[in-house]
């Protein structure tokens, strides 16, 4: 496997562990890596990943105040602007690493960036240990444990096969088979110059 790959599972592995220990979508995060550094920003992406998994569980309780559910809702938006942030982040630095490869007259571009794939595989490692967690419960049937088991087994195999891809993508654009374009998203919600409802106010 790619060593960028491995890495980003061992950081996105753990950072699920740790912010499990406080399982608090309003805990500190205890960054172990040095700011500014690529790890800095995989383990701040899926800390952010891991609290907006339990801000959205939070969100569908249906017996949650309409004011406490807005609250929380403005809160989720602001976690995917973070978020999208730094799934930018990682493609600036994969822009800059690959800054001085000269692709081939015949390389292509992929459907997506790397850091966008990476992104799926931040989300992966949360999906995998709540998924364990399930196949773990005392409460539950051993129906929902087989079927929670099989979905496991699932999640693994996917983890397995987009790493594998995420490190051939990695791997041709350093060899010049592929080459990479960064796209910001330009979410225009979030733009007081592009959101009618944000700008007709002004």
Same mark, same amino acid.
Request: hydrophobic residues 35%; contains cysteine; negative net charge.
């Given at each position: 496997?790619?060593? $960028?790959?491995?890495? %980003? ?15 608090? /979508?309003?805990? #500190? ?6 700011? +500014? ?10 800390? /952010? ?8 569980? @939070?969100? &569908? ?12 809702? &403005?809160? @989720? ?5 973070? &978020?999208?942030? *730094? ?6 630095? $994969?822009?800059? #690493? ?19 794939? /990476?992104? &799926? #595989? ?25 079927? %929670?088991?099989?979905? *496991?087994?699932? #999640? !693994?195999?996917?983890?397995?096969? !987009?790493?594998?891809? @995420? +490190?051939?993508? !990695?791997?041709? @654009?350093?060899?010049? %088979?592929? $080459? ?19 700008? +007709?106010?002004?």
């Amino acid at each position: 496997m790619n060593e $960028f790959v491995e890495k %980003c599972n061992r950081i996105f592995s753990a950072t699920t562990e740790h912010y499990h220990k406080f399982d608090n /979508i309003d805990a #500190l995060p205890e960054n172990p890596y040095q700011p +500014g550094t690529i790890e800095d920003v995989l383990f701040r992406k899926n800390w /952010i990943d891991a609290a907006q998994w339990h801000m959205e569980d @939070i969100i &569908r309780d249906p017996e949650i105040e309409p004011v406490a559910a807005l609250a929380l809702k &403005r809160r @989720i938006d602001k976690s995917n602007q973070d &978020r999208t942030d *730094l799934v930018e982040d990682i493609d600036t630095y $994969f822009r800059d #690493l690959y800054k001085d490869v000269k692709p081939s007259a015949d390389a292509t571009i992929n459907t997506e960036s790397p850091a966008w794939a /990476i992104d &799926r #595989l931040s989300i992966l490692a949360l999906k995998i240990y709540h998924m364990r967690e399930e196949t773990e419960r005392k409460d539950a049937s051993p129906e929902h444990i087989a079927k %929670c088991r099989a979905k *496991l087994d699932v #999640l !693994l195999e996917q983890q397995k096969d !987009l790493s594998t891809a @995420i +490190g051939q993508l !990695l791997d041709d @654009i350093a060899a010049g %088979c592929k $080459f990479m374009k960064v796209y910001r998203q330009m979410k225009m919600y979030n733009d007081a110059d592009t959101n009618p409802v944000l700008y +007709g106010k002004k």
